[in-house]
Nanobody, 124 residues
Framework: EVQLQASGGGLVQAGGSLRLSCTTS????????IGWFRQAPGKEREGVAC????????YYKSSVKGRFTISEDDAKNTVYLHINRLTPGDTGVYYC?????????????????WGQGTLVTVSS
């Protein structure tokens, strides 16, 4: 059974940092790309960072570059999202997903599997 478990969210003050984790199982980790997506209240889900299945390259939504860092630990089948200098605009539910299409890993249409999401709330 494929599982993705997102964790690490919480209530944080603006300017703080968080590390989100996406722990995976049930599929060959190296065959898939993992992406982080964010859904703010009342808005559509958007891709913020991903590691592409096609070549392992990392991509970021332009507005988060320099503050978000995606990384992976192959030994633990886990992908992390470090978020620095949090702002209230970062508030939302963060999901991780797994894709094996490899065309544009910031687009959620590529994703076959999803985790349940973890809530990040940034207070001003």
């Amino acid at each position: 059974e494929v599982q993705l478990q997102a964790s690490g969210g919480g209530l944080v003050q603006a300017g703080g940092s968080l590390r989100l984790s996406c722990t995976t199982s049930g599929f060959i980790f190296d065959d898939y790309g993992i992406g982080w997506f964010r859904q703010a209240p009342g808005k559509e889900r958007e891709g913020v960072a991903c590691i592409s299945s096609s070549d392992g390259r990392i991509y970021y939504k332009s507005s988060v570059k320099g503050r978000f860092t995606i990384s992976e630990d192959d030994a633990k089948n886990t992908v992390y999202l470090h978020i620095n200098r949090l702002t209230p605009g970062d508030t939302g539910v963060y999901y991780c997903g797994a894709e094996d299409v490899g065309k544009n890993c910031l687009d959620d249409y590529e994703y076959e599997y999803w985790g349940q999401g973890t809530l990040v709330t940034v207070s001003s």
